[in-house]
């Protein structure tokens, strides 16, 4: 797998975290301020968003990785059919990003001890994914931040537990990738309400800030003037 860092980071060897840790792609939304779903927008490498943000996670040592796909849908899976990660059709998608927080949340603690085809409202859209134990925490994120880094999501790893709770922060401002231990994921399904996410929840609750400044870029891509040059 070709590296997701940015050239000039150091990229450490792929080592799982001690703590097992699922990986949930956000890409359910239909991108209206963009002007089509962010999913499919290609790097400058060509790979469509929602497949290069899989790889940052699975890079990291996050297993099994989670998608959730919502607005064209055929077309995001489409581009997912080479990769080992499960998919997740969020059928309320239109609701916001809670509802596809909700959907790929709910798919993980219904997951047996060993993931390998999912198939329920889960899919798999490639190749089955690696056996895993029952993830412990998942690092969510959306398919909008095209400067995430697995070193970035490496560093908010090494606090995993099974009842943590942590955002990565840039500049001193929390951000994503966010991590949710398991205890937590009841509470986060029952809040997760329009496009808040686990926004709600998280303010109601101690998290850990972990600062990522030196090892990503937490910008998310709202609209065509936030793509990257060479993205599209």
Excluded: F
Aim: net charge negative; aromatic share 2%; charged share 20%.
């Amino acid at each position: 797998m070709k590296s997701t860092d940015s050239p000039d980071l150091p990229v450490a060897g792929l080592v799982p975290p001690d703590v097992p840790v699922a990986g949930l792609v956000l890409a359910a939304g239909a991108g209206r301020r963009m002007g089509r779903p962010k999913a499919l927008i290609r790097d400058g490498q060509g790979v469509p968003w929602v497949v290069r943000t899989a790889q940052v996670l699975a890079e990291a040592g996050c297993s099994p990785v989670v998608v959730v796909v919502g607005a064209s849908a055929d077309e995001v899976r489409a581009e997912l059919t080479t990769e080992p990660v499960q998919v997740v059709e969020a059928p309320n998608w239109p609701e916001g990003m809670s509802a596809s927080l909700r959907a790929g949340l709910g798919s993980l603690r219904n997951l047996p001890a060993a993931t390998s085809s999912a198939t329920s409202s889960a899919a798999s859209a490639g190749p089955p994914a690696e056996a895993a134990g029952v993830a412990e925490a998942v690092v969510v994120v959306p398919v909008d931040l095209p400067g995430l880094t697995s070193a970035a999501v490496r560093r908010v790893l090494e606090s995993a537990s099974t009842d943590a709770l942590v955002r990565a922060t840039y500049d001193g401002s929390p951000g994503h990738p966010a991590l949710i231990g398991r205890a937590h994921w009841d509470g986060v399904i029952a809040s997760a309400h329009g496009d808040a996410g686990a926004r709600d929840y998280l303010r109601a609750h101690r998290v850990e800030l972990v600062a990522c400044d030196d090892v990503g870029d937490g910008a998310d891509a709202d609209t065509p003037d936030d793509v990257p040059k060479g993205h599209g």
